[in-house]
């Protein structure tokens, strides 16, 4: 079992950043899991921001390419996204996600995911 706990969300204005952090508990934390940040909008789905692999292959949504980054630091427990030039459509409830399969092409789907947070609001305003 992996207990994970997001924090750093917040209100930013557009062009701002933001930095989430997930904080890994239970299961011993190490790069035998897949993690990844998924958001959900309002009448959206959930979908997958970014992720890293067992082998720390990163993979991004094209929609936050160049503008987030994922960072993984195994001796801490934590999962950390780098929110950089912030849209008013990155606004939504972004969730930590672990994963005890090594993915990459399905790095963004969120049935290969076992364990989840309970999400951290970003609110991005003009």
């Known amino acids: 079992q992996v207990n994970l706990v997001e924090s750093g969300g917040g209100s930013v204005q557009a062009g701002g950043s933001l930095r989430l952090s997930c904080a890994a508990s239970g299961s011993p934390y190490s790069t035998s899991y897949s993690m990844a940040w998924f958001r959900q909008a309002p009448g959206k789905e959930r979908e997958g921001v970014a992720a890293?692999?067992?082998?720390?292959?990163?993979i991004y949504a094209d929609s936050v390419k160049g503008r987030f980054t994922i960072f993984r630091d195994v001796a801490k427990n934590t999962l950390d996204l780098q929110m950089d030039t912030l849209k008013l459509e990155d606004s939504a409830m972004y969730y930590c996600?672990?994963?005890?399969?090594?993915?990459?092409?399905?790095?963004?789907?969120?049935?290969?995911?076992?364990?989840w947070g309970q999400g951290t609001q970003v609110t991005v305003s003009s």
């Open positions: 996600a672990a994963s005890r399969t090594n993915l990459y092409a399905t790095a963004m789907d969120r049935d290969q995911y076992n364990y």
């Open positions: 890293v692999n067992t082998f720390g292959t990163t």
